[in-house]
């Protein structure tokens, strides 16, 4: 190959990237943008304590009564923010908007790379990656998209990224392009230097994004059916490695909660058995077909993954069914299945016309291209504007709450719990993603308190805080300044709690407790033993004649308990239960289990004055994958390095 056909991919690469680089600049001098509501404010909150707590991550106490570090959310691109931010010594937020404006305008450069690798065709690859700067195919199969965006001719793909905060989601497709041309390389080098690449760059996309690990087990899936011949052990072998490596992160009961708790956020059930054997079927049919027409390894790996994951958003949208959970999102996904197969299918065929219609086809493609690139710039210079926090009604909340209630845990809504934590490490029930929510009853607590479960005297409302410990709670009425923080019937809360701060139509109140602390003495028979418990429960965490006990955090994954413990008697602690708990009671160790709200329960075994230490450390499960991750760096690194310079054909 000569050295100028290696420098026009090169070229070609560098001019898509300078391409969406001029629709997404801003963002590399953003802090704060006006989309309040957008969960960039979750995801710069774990950036920013991942860069303030380093050290401490394995228990995160500020979220949903604490969680474990590993079930807050794929780390990747929160690690490599929390990097930038303290490289820069600037904010966690532009760090932030930095790395989602790299991985918007690195996107259809990788999917270039992709098609250039399956195709080896530079018109056909230029293609793919101008359609899936220019276009928005989401908005022509999905009514939702093209009405959110406000027509077909808008960028659907930055309009979700800066008004909605999916930054996780476009980083991770912008990855897994890379992770499956390095397994395409893998499976035809066959060395363990390039499976080793295989791995760490599959391993990259899994950790950078939940729905952006199923689109990679999918465009996995796609090249396999498509161009893998007979190599599908080996290609096992290597996806398998890659989810060994990514798995103290992504573990069988982490993958087993967002499962779980997307479904009952979303309130709708799965599918995922019956559509199994239809997706099947349809790649089967897909298969057959293309290889009658001898169709090239791109369409094919287009046509798969538009199936699957591409086709869920469309099932969705059309049918209102949701195969798996958070179907509607992986609208990208539709996207990029789009614009491989219209690279693939409609560049030869101009290939092939007579070169005054092709000289013609391009003049109106520019004329278009130019259109579509001025009417993405103006869309983009009304998006991405910067924002001035220190006046919002979310900042001063948590402020207040930072400088008069630290120590405690509070309870806010909406925008006000997703920005609290990008402020301050004050504790909350809310805060993070909803898929990490640790259990059942947290999302009973949740409908009640914000009223959408009939409450209006507010009695189960005052429950339900006190059985979660909750001292204060951020309110919004009818007229609040708070974004997507309304409650139903916040009158309620003058019955129930004391008025300590407002601000128009925004309000936060003390809740009454009998002890402000973490942890209670109560009777054996008063642990809630389920939703249903929790009445009974909180009777014995405000009985005026139970024994005190003390609670502090030693740091944020040992606390002490302090108590005077009548026989029979248990202690309760407020904090969410996860495996790797353990306890130790006046130096004996004694079991912690949850109950039924998920919060712990030590039995002491003994009577009189007792001191509990609490600590959280490895689960079996999380041993086991910590294990499994050591393995397969130090095996793929060892021979690696011994089989150096040593290649053979697959």
């Not at 689960?619 to 690194?637: D, H, M, P, Q, R």
Request: hydrophobic share 50%; with cysteine.
């Amino acid at each position: 190959m000569s050295n100028r056909s290696k420098v026009r991919p090169a070229a070609c690469a560098a001019g898509l990237f300078a391409l969406n680089l001029l629709f997404c600049y801003r963002l590399f001098a953003l802090d704060a943008s006006p989309a309040i509501f957008s969960t960039d404010a979750i995801y710069i909150s774990i950036s920013r304590y991942t860069m303030d707590h380093w050290r401490d991550l394995s228990w995160w106490p500020i979220w949903y009564g604490g969680i474990p570090g590993s079930t807050v959310y794929p780390p990747l691109l929160h690690v490599l923010t929390a990097m930038l931010a303290a490289a820069e010594h600037g904010g966690v937020g532009l760090a932030h908007h930095q790395l989602s404006g790299l991985g918007y305008a690195l996107g259809p450069v990788t999917l270039f790379l992709l098609a250039y690798r399956l195709s080896g065709s530079l018109a056909t690859s230029i293609g793919a990656g101008l359609f899936y700067t220019m276009l928005s195919p989401a908005t022509w199969l999905l009514p939702w998209a093209r009405l959110d965006v406000g027509g077909v001719w808008r960028p659907f793909r930055l309009h979700i990224l800066v008004g909605y905060g999916d930054a996780p989601h476009v980083f991770a497709l912008a990855l897994l392009p890379l992770a499956i041309l390095a397994l395409d390389v893998a499976l035809k080098r066959g060395t363990w230097r390039s499976s080793f690449v295989a791995v760490l760059a599959m391993a990259a996309v899994a950790l950078t994004n939940w729905i952006g690990a199923v689109s990679l087990a999918g465009a996995v899936l796609a090249y396999l059916v498509a161009a893998a011949g007979k190599r599908w052990l080996l290609a096992g072998g290597i996806s398998l490695s890659a989810y060994a490596l990514s798995s103290p992160w992504l573990s069988p009961r982490s993958l087993g909660l967002v499962s779980l708790n997307s479904q009952i956020k979303s309130g709708s059930a799965v599918h995922v058995l019956e559509f199994a054997l239809l997706f099947a079927l349809a790649m089967a049919v897909s298969k057959i077909i293309l290889r009658r027409l001898r169709a090239p390894a791109l369409i094919q790996f287009a046509v798969f993954f538009l199936i699957f994951p591409g086709g869920l958003p469309v099932i969705h949208g059309w049918f209102g069914i949701a195969v798996i959970p958070e179907a509607h999102r992986y609208h990208y996904e539709t996207e990029i299945g789009v614009c491989l197969l219209l690279a693939a299918v409609l560049v030869p065929l101009l290939q092939r016309i007579p070169l005054p219609a092709r000289i013609a086809v391009f003049a109106v493609a520019a004329s278009l291209g130019t259109w579509q690139a001025l009417v993405f710039c103006g869309y983009a210079r009304d998006l991405i504007r910067p924002a001035d926090l220190a006046a919002s009604m979310e900042k001063k909340t948590a402020m207040w709450l930072d400088a008069n209630a630290r120590g405690s845990r509070v309870y806010a809504r909406g925008t006000v719990s997703w920005w609290l934590n990008t402020f301050s490490d004050t504790a909350q029930l809310g805060g993070g993603v909803s898929q990490s929510i640790p259990s059942r009853a947290n999302f009973v607590a949740e409908n009640t308190i914000s009223g959408k479960d009939s409450d209006p005297r507010g009695e189960r409302t005052l429950m339900w805080l006190r059985a979660y410990g909750i001292d204060y709670a951020a309110v919004g009425g009818p007229n609040t300044r708070m974004v997507t923080a309304f409650y139903e019937h916040p009158e309620r809360f003058d019955e129930i709690g004391q008025k300590v701060w407002a601000d128009g139509g925004d309000f936060i109140y003390r809740i009454p407790r009998r002890a402000r602390s973490l942890a209670h003495v109560i009777p054996r028979e008063a642990v809630a033993a389920g939703v249903s418990g929790a009445g009974r429960y909180v009777e014995a965490l405000e009985d005026a004649g139970a024994p005190p006990a003390t609670f502090q955090w030693v740091n944020a994954h040992e606390a002490r308990v302090t108590a005077d413990v009548p026989a029979g008697d248990v202690i309760s602690v407020q904090v969410s239960y996860a495996p790797g708990w353990r306890a130790t009671v006046n130096g004996v160790s004694r079991p912690v289990s949850p109950d039924g709200l998920g919060l712990l329960t030590v039995v002491p075994q003994s009577s009189g004055p007792c001191t509990v230490e609490l600590t959280f450390g490895r689960s079996l499960e999380s041993t086991l994958t910590a294990l499994a991750a050591i393995f397969v760096l130090v095996v793929f690194s060892v021979a690696s390095w011994f089989t150096r310079g040593v290649s053979r054909r697959a």
